[in-house]
């Protein structure tokens, strides 16, 4: 069983940046495709991006192309999420969460849509609030 840990959320002013981490713990003699959501404010949750288990392959939602980028360092089981220009829409608690519970070797791959359903393990959340 997995444990997912996010952090590095805060308040931020537009254009500004913020790295999150997701710290992975548990199992992790197997790795797995990280995914990164997000839910504002009276919105259903969206997924931002992906990250294969090597971290060689990566998705992102349109909204976030070209401003956010995601990557991993399996040797410190944590991954991570790079947003720059940061606008008021980016305002939600962003979730991560691994593609656990799926046969070999689809969990470490990335959907081609990021979805709630593709992802067995999630973390707590971190708050995300761009404001000036």
């Known amino acids: 069983q997995l444990q997912l840990v996010e952090s590095g959320g805060g308040l931020v002013q537009p254009g500004g940046s913020l790295r999150l981490s997701c710290a992975v713990s548990g199992n992790t003699d197997e790795y797995y495709a990280i995914g990164w959501f997000r839910q504002a404010p009276g919105k259903e949750r969206e997924g931002v991006s992906c990250t294969s288990s090597s971290g060689i392959m990566t998705n992102y939602a349109d909204s976030v192309k070209g401003r956010f980028t995601v990557s991993r360092d399996n040797a410190k089981n944590t991954a991570y999420l790079q947003m720059n220009s940061l606008i008021p829409e980016d305002t939600a608690v962003y979730y991560c969460?691994?593609?656990?519970?799926?046969?070999?070797?689809?969990?470490?791959?990335?959907?081609?849509?990021?979805?709630?359903?593709?992802?067995?393990?999630w973390g707590q959340g971190t708050q995300v609030t761009v404001s000036s």
């Open positions: 969460a691994a593609r656990t519970g799926l046969t070999f070797p689809l969990g470490r791959k990335c959907p081609p849509e990021i979805t709630e359903p593709d992802f067995g393990s």
